[in-house]
Every structure is written in C-alpha cells, then in structure tokens.
C-alpha cells in the first residue's frame, strides 16, 4: 500500500488549499481515510475522517465548517478541501487509512494502518 499527499504550499491568513491523496496497491473502496496533521513539536492531531461510502464525515471541532473532506472510490483518492485559512492551520498533513470502520476510536492516529509521507501547509498571517 502506498499513499501519495499532495497539494500542500505557502498561503495567506484567509486563503484556501486542496490536498490530496492517492491511494495505491489496494482496492480502497471499503476502507476509512482520514487526513491528520503536525505541527511543529507538537503531536499528530486528527482533522477529518471519511467512511467507505462517503456519505458520513467527521471533523475536529478547530477546523469544522472550513474544511471539507472527500473521495472518489473509482480513484481510489481522498481530498481535503481547505477554505478560511488560518495561521494555526500550519503543519504537515498526513493521510491515513485503514481497511476498516474503527468506531470512536476514529480521532486516534494509532489505529490508522498505513500513512502517506505528509506534505506541509503554511499559512502566514
């Protein structure tokens, strides 16, 4: 399995991004993804999480209503859309899968089986 981020840059307070994510070796149609992200000496925070059909969605509470998450099944890719930037949004953001739903567990990175090799968001004020 393999999963390739891209999309990330330099932008300003207010701005808006599109990651995405391709995901490879699997047939990912039944599988969660989920985009996390780290700052700089800080931990790796969950952002959003998609189930398989891609009709349920979740987010964390700093990024709801700004961020949007989506995926193409036959593409076997995951895009995070990114509106309303801001500087607090700067981090390396990684995407994630698992081949399964994992219930209230779905916040923690530790139940995300494989990960892609992040690509960093800054945004300056």
């Known amino acids: 399995v393999q999963l390739q981020a891209s999309g990330g840059g330099l932008v300003q307070a207010g701005a808006s991004l599109r990651l995405s994510c391709a995901a490879s070796?699997?047939?990912?149609?039944?599988?969660?993804m989920a985009w996390f992200r780290q700052a700089r000496g800080k931990d790796r925070d969950f952002v959003a999480a998609i189930k398989w059909n891609g009709d349920t969605t979740y987010y964390a509470e700093s990024v709801k209503g700004r961020f949007t998450i989506s995926r193409d099944n036959a593409k076997n890719t995951v895009d995070l859309q990114m509106n309303l930037l801001r500087s607090e949004d700067t981090a390396v953001y990684y995407c994630?899968?698992?081949?399964?739903?994992?219930?209230?567990?779905?916040?923690?990175?530790?139940?995300?089986?494989?990960w892609g090799q992040g690509t960093q968001v800054t945004v300056s004020s």
């Open positions: 070796g699997r047939d990912f149609s039944s599988w969660t």
């Open positions: 994630a899968v698992v081949p399964t739903w994992v219930g209230i567990d779905y916040t923690q990175s530790s139940r995300y089986r494989y």
